[in-house]
């Protein structure tokens, strides 16, 4: 075993020769959006940015389903199978097979397995004073997803938001096997500040620049108007202590905002943002400079502005 429970990292390693590892993981929730079908997509993508944040390629699949044909029609079910087995194509997986339980609530979500050289694996921590911090995706999913069940987001909005949701990870990673990644992990359910939180241990601090935060534009009236989830506070409440400085409105919320299928956060040294850029653009996916470790406040995060 090579990466295992301790350290909060995204997928566990069990070395298999001296030139291959397995990277194991395993991610399911309840639905995030009313249509079966990127509900589906959706939560596939989700599992599958574990084994991106590592490094790894994915390889292998398996449903897990919970479902109630008594309460659900079984043309439902199909139609949640049917997009996640559309993304784990995409992905260029296998689906092996998977298990279903009985359940009122109903889940889904994968068990997926890839494959990486052992001297390659990114793990969460790493970063050295001086790299700069990425992130790949747009914060606020967690916003949205609760202003849609209130329905107060237009279709155009609500597309828009799953079409972000339901993107793999798997171009941002491939840019970071080009450059000198120190360290990667995806944002998730414990938001941007409780991810970063993961990535600087007590060992190196972090400055995170609040006016190059990417977000969906709806979140600047949803949020004040009170459609924010209640992971959200709990965050807020786990996390803080971690902060120097503050947020004021809408960005506050969006730091601790929990995040469905996120984007990754990268640690790169600077003199590699170039390369990166350059593959970025050739890969087709956007990406935003929104911090910068430093030797300094070890454990915490710095709020700043003006970058």
């Not at 849609?148 to 970071?176: H, R, W, Y």
């Not at 959200?232 to 905002?257: C, H, M, P, S």
Request: with cysteine; glycine share 12%; proline share 6%.
């Amino acid at each position: 075993m090579i990466v295992g429970l301790e350290g909060f990292d995204d997928a566990g390693v069990y070395r298999i020769t001296d030139e291959v590892a397995i990277v194991q993981t395993v991610d399911f929730f309840t639905p995030v959006v009313d249509d079966p079908y990127w509900f589906g997509q959706i939560a596939a993508a989700n599992a599958f940015s574990d084994i991106y944040a590592m490094g790894a390629v994915p390889k292998t699949a398996m449903n897990i389903v919970g479902f109630s044909p008594r309460l659900y029609p079984i043309s439902l079910l199909k139609e949640i199978l049917r997009g996640g087995i559309e993304k784990i194509a995409e992905a260029g997986a296998s689906l092996l097979g998977g298990h279903s339980v009985d359940d009122e609530e109903m889940k889904y979500g994968l068990c997926v397995t890839g494959v990486i050289h052992p001297d390659k694996i990114l793990r969460n921590e790493g970063a050295q004073p001086g790299d700069m911090l990425l992130l790949t995706k747009p914060l606020g999913t967690g916003i949205l997803n609760t202003a849609i069940k209130g329905d107060m987001v237009g279709e155009e909005s609500v597309q828009k938001l799953i079409t972000v949701m339901a993107t793999l990870n798997d171009k941002p990673a491939q840019a970071m096997g080009m450059v000198r990644t120190h360290a990667a992990t995806d944002v998730t359910g414990f938001g941007l500040i409780g991810h970063c939180t993961e990535m600087i241990k007590g060992y190196i601090g972090l400055e995170l620049f609040l006016d190059k935060l990417p977000y969906f534009e709806e979140v600047v009236e949803l949020s004040p108007a009170g459609f924010v989830p209640g992971g959200l506070f709990r965050n807020q409440e786990y996390y803080v202590k971690r902060v120097i400085g503050e947020a004021e409105g809408f960005l506050k919320d969006i730091l601790f905002d929990p995040q469905t299928s996120g984007g990754l956060l990268i640690a790169l040294p600077p003199d590699d943002l170039p390369l990166f850029e350059k593959e970025a653009v050739r890969l087709g996916f956007p990406f935003w400079v929104i911090g910068r470790f430093r030797d300094k406040h070890r454990g915490k995060i710095e709020i700043v502005s003006g970058h």
